[in-house]
């Protein structure tokens, strides 16, 4: 089985910062793209930032500049990195990965989620 799981949500001040990190574990031979979403009370889950294995990034025009998507492919650990952070990003953040893994000598990819992690930013 395969298991990501998010930390370094929290309470923060506009302007401040948080790094989120989501750890991947279990039978994994290696993991494609890793994305971060968010999903604000009443709204649509939205895409964040995502990665690509060789370190592609893309972002939602509502955080470029101000968050910075990178990954230990050594460690199967994305993160995070949000600067600037404005109410409006108050949200629960969600990694995904497109996890490979070895089952019966086949390689086999399937997309995993977290459990999501709170951010709060106060005004």
């Known amino acids: 089985q395969v298991q990501l799981v998010e930390s370094g949500g929290g309470l923060v001040q506009a302007g401040g910062s948080l790094r989120l990190s989501c750890a991947a574990s279990g039978n994994i031979v290696s993991i494609n793209a890793m994305g971060w979403y968010r999903q604000a009370p009443g709204k649509q889950r939205e895409l964040v930032a995502a990665?690509?294995?060789?370190?592609?990034?893309n972002y939602a025009d509502s955080v470029k500049g101000r968050f910075t998507i990178s990954r230990d492919n050594a460690r199967n650990i994305g993160y995070l990195q949000m600067n600037g952070l404005k109410p409006d990003d108050t949200a629960v953040y969600s990694c995904?990965?497109?996890?490979?893994?070895?089952?019966?000598?086949?390689?086999?990819?399937?997309?995993?989620w977290g459990q999501g992690t709170q951010v709060t930013v106060s005004s």
């Open positions: 995904n990965g497109d996890v490979t893994q070895s089952v019966g000598g086949l390689h086999i990819t399937n997309r995993y």
């Open positions: 990665i690509s294995s060789g370190g592609t990034t």
